[in-house]
């Protein structure tokens, strides 16, 4: 049954931790609605906290109405047995042969999705283009007090994968890819600012954090059509770029009963997984 919780916090980030800390629930197993934004106020005077709506599922069915219509309960017949069929059930009893229990069905296992390695996509790529991004990330990582490789490979016309390799890269990656997200954006405009040639798309990765979290939104987008498909109900999810809004998109286009669409703006676009009954 989904339930609700309205927390308020200094910002929404600090409301929706308290609201996790008081349900004992990871952030993926909950949706969240923001209500009313932080105001710091003038000088800290007249602020207001954030305010947000926690909407999770507390694993019970939703009650059934009961009807008010009672039945008269069936009069039962006196039952009598002859002796003679009491036997006949007696040797019928003997001869019935014992059930055998089944014995339990060995699950096979289950395949796992392989990740990328850079070994996988062959030699550095060392052209023109893959030289430029290598220099501006140095750069970068340089500001950053990072001592992580820049390894470019290209893996299509016009479009190169770029590895950060070192250790502790989690400040690299930031919060839900946060900081990551940014320095593919960067990169990306570093490189096709004076571009006279075409534009080209850099992906930029850390820890193979991409496909994980590719992963991890598609488990998380069938767990949501399940809660759809079985109460009936819209589930809007957090905001999410344009990249892990396509992931939920593609993961649930041939879900029955389930169709999905984006709200809101930049960069609080969500995406709405809802119950369609005239999708086969």
Not at 73 to 83: A, H, I, L, N
């Amino acid at each position: 049954m989904i339930k609700y919780i309205d927390v308020s916090g200094k910002t929404e980030d600090e409301a929706i931790q308290l609201a996790l800390s008081k349900l004992s629930m990871d952030r993926d197993d909950v949706s969240v609605e923001i209500l009313e934004r932080a105001k710091s106020g003038f000088l800290g005077i007249g602020g207001t906290p954030a305010t947000v709506r926690v909407s999770y599922d507390d694993g019970m069915p939703e009650p059934k109405e009961e009807k008010k219509t009672e039945e008269k309960p069936p009069v039962k017949k006196p039952v009598t047995y002859q002796p003679e069929i009491l036997q006949k059930k007696e040797v019928r009893a003997k001869e019935k042969p014992e059930r055998k229990e089944k014995e339990p069905r060995e699950k096979e296992p289950r395949e796992e999705r392989r990740s990328v390695k850079p070994a996988e996509l062959g030699e550095e790529c060392r052209d023109e283009k893959s030289e430029q991004i290598r220099t501006f990330l140095k750069g970068l990582l340089e500001h950053m007090d990072s001592e992580a490789e820049v390894r470019v490979y290209q893996t299509e016309k016009d479009r190169y994968k770029v590895y950060l390799d070192g250790d502790k890269l989690g400040a690299l990656i930031g919060r839900r890819g946060e900081t990551l997200d940014a320095i593919q954006q960067l990169t990306n405009y570093s490189v096709n600012r004076s571009s006279d040639k075409g534009r080209v798309r850099v992906q930029v990765d850390a820890e193979n954090y991409r496909e994980k979290r590719e992963q991890s939104l598609e488990r998380l987008a069938q767990k949501v059509a399940g809660k759809v498909t079985k109460y009936r109900r819209n589930v809007t999810l957090e905001p999410m770029n344009a990249y892990e809004r396509h992931v939920i998109h593609t993961a649930l286009q041939d879900t029955k009963y389930v169709t999905t669409f984006s709200i809101g703006t930049e960069p609080n676009r969500r995406v709405v997984v809802s119950y369609d009954r005239t999708k086969q």
